[in-house]
């Protein structure tokens, strides 16, 4: 197991297009996280799943966002209608079952720029 | 409710000298408290976490961090900055499965 794993790498969008983001967590980790950072800032939390059940959504997910994680295991994100204040680096975390407190291990973002 | 404040949104030190990075945090509770690094374009790497036991934390790469809960405080110190150690840092705190991050300060390493 080599941690977790994003995909793409980065990702340039025109604006009104949809993107989707994958997120591949450790295999015995059954939390996984969305953050989304913007330049300057620290992450800010957008969803996570304890296994396939996503059990908290952030107000910063609009209804152009969706999540899933169908099998428990690796996670999607979709933007729909992508807009340029969608454009930041989005995170994937995973942890045990004790959550944050535990911490996370990161993934190496997805860059997302829409134009 | 819980906030975590980075006191200096930059630091810059020589090669060979002492590291000290602000953290502040604000919680009703006793968080569990981390700091992560973040190179260039690359993810969060957890450098050192408190959970409530020894008050100080030894870390990855050298560094380490005191928890003193009647300051409200968590900084990172390392005693000889490598020019490896120039990324951005943030401070976390955690309770009941949330995390909130500090907004980060970029630590920059003079030759």
Redesign the interface.
């Known amino acids: 197991d080599t941690g ?1 794993s ?1 995909d793409p790498r980065h990702k340039i969008t025109k604006r009104g297009q949809n993107v989707t983001f994958r997120c591949d967590p450790i295999s015995e980790h059954n939390r996984l996280y969305w953050y989304r950072q913007t330049l ?6 957008l969803t ?1 799943f304890q296994n396939e059940a996503q059990l ?1 959504k952030s107000r910063l997910l609009s209804d152009r966002f969706s999540a899933e994680r169908p099998k428990g295991s690796f996670s999607t994100l979709e933007i729909q209608r992508t807009e340029q204040g969608d454009s930041a680096m989005y ?1 994937c ?1 995973s942890s045990l079952a004790s ?3 535990a ?7 997805t ?1 997302l720029t829409v134009v | 409710a819980q906030s ?1 404040t980075q006191l200096d949104s930059h630091v810059s030190v020589s090669e060979g000298t002492p590291v000290l990075l602000r953290c502040n945090y604000s919680s009703s509770y006793s968080p ?1 408290l ?1 700091w ?1 690094v973040q190179h260039p ?6 450098l050192l ?1 408190y ?1 409530s036991a020894a008050t100080l934390v030894k870390g990855i790469n050298g560094f380490e961090a005191e928890f003193k809960k009647s300051e409200t405080s968590f900084h990172l110190t390392k005693p000889s900055a490598h020019m490896s150690d120039a990324a951005e840092y ?1 401070c976390v705190a ?6 909130t ?4 300060t970029t630590l920059t390493v003079k030759p």
């Open positions: 977790v994003q300057g800032q620290g992450p800010e939390f996570y908290e995170l975390a959550g944050a407190e911490g996370y291990t990161f993934g190496s973002g860059r | 975590v569990s981390f992560y374009n690359k993810g969060l790497q957890l976490k959970t943030f955690a309770f009941a499965g949330k995390s991050f500090g907004d980060g």
